[in-house]
């Protein structure tokens, strides 16, 4: 049976399946405060275990979102249909550095590809406090 939320109907995603979700995508919209405002910026990213890591160069991501809270959302939609999810990641940016030799390593080896132009040399990832996923089934 699956769980709902009793204030909208919509069906709950458990945090494993989420995680799965996260793993079979590459490109997402990471929320960051810049001032009083919320500011969405899409990245491609991959995972490291319930890390959402991705690249960029220096910017309004570590500018505003270092240590900062910070959301992460993919989602998919069914137009016709009326169906679809979304998996949200709520947590905070760690900026991945040598200091840490053993994360390093690993996130260097994952096949983070960024589309946008530019180095992208600081390689970042969310550190999550939550992991959620609500789904609208036809």
């Not at 890390?51 to 910070?70: N, S």
Request: one cysteine or more.
């Amino acid at each position: 049976m699956t769980a709902q939320d009793s204030r909208t109907g919509l069906d709950l995603i458990d945090r494993d399946e989420c995680v799965r979700r996260l793993e079979a995508d590459s490109i997402g919209r990471l929320a960051v405060n810049v001032g009083r405002s919320p500011t969405i910026l899409p990245v491609n990213y991959r995972m490291d275990g319930e890390h959402v890591v991705f690249r960029t160069d220096w910017g309004t991501k570590l500018e505003m979102g270092r240590r900062a809270p910070v959301s992460f959302e993919i989602d998919c939609f069914d137009r016709a249909h009326h169906t679809g999810w979304s998996v949200v990641v709520s947590g905070y940016l760690d900026e991945v550095t040598p200091y840490d030799a053993e994360t390093f390593d690993r996130v260097h080896k994952l096949a983070v590809d960024p589309w946008a132009g530019g180095e992208k040399s600081h390689w970042v990832r969310i550190v999550p406090s939550r992991i959620t996923g609500r789904e609208v089934s036809g």
